[in-house]
């Protein structure tokens, strides 16, 4: 059974930064490829970044390139994201999942960014 439970979000101000982690289990972790998702309040869920098995190859968003950062430990089944340089506009719910073969949604975790 796969499991997913994302932590990590909170309130901060524009500028300021937060470090995301998404624990995982029920599969092999060091063979899929991850991602991190968000939805903001009425608007559809986009992909934020990716990170493949490896953990050489990333993918961003336009809209947070060279502010976010996804990184993963093996070690630890868990994926990050690092986000600094934060905006109003990320605002919204953080989710993870396997970049392929999509687990059921989580609850997420919340990220506020108050101007």
């Known amino acids: 059974q796969v499991q997913l439970v994302e932590s990590g979000g909170g309130l901060v101000q524009p500028g300021g930064s937060l470090r995301l982690s998404c624990a995982a289990s029920?599969?092999?972790?060091?063979?899929?490829?991850m991602t991190w998702y968000r939805q903001a309040p009425g608007k559809e869920r986009e992909l934020v970044a990716t990170?493949?098995?490896?953990?050489?190859?990333?993918s961003y968003a336009g809209s947070v390139k060279g502010r976010f950062t996804i990184s993963r430990d093996n070690a630890k089944n868990t994926v990050y994201l690092q986000m600094n340089d934060l905006k109003p506009e990320d605002t919204a719910v953080y989710y993870c999942?396997?970049?392929?073969?999509?687990?059921?949604w989580g609850q997420g975790t919340q990220v506020t960014v108050s101007s």
């Open positions: 999942n396997r970049r392929f073969q999509v687990s059921t």
């Open positions: 029920g599969f092999t972790f060091s063979s899929t490829a």
């Open positions: 990170i493949f098995s490896a953990g050489g190859s990333t």
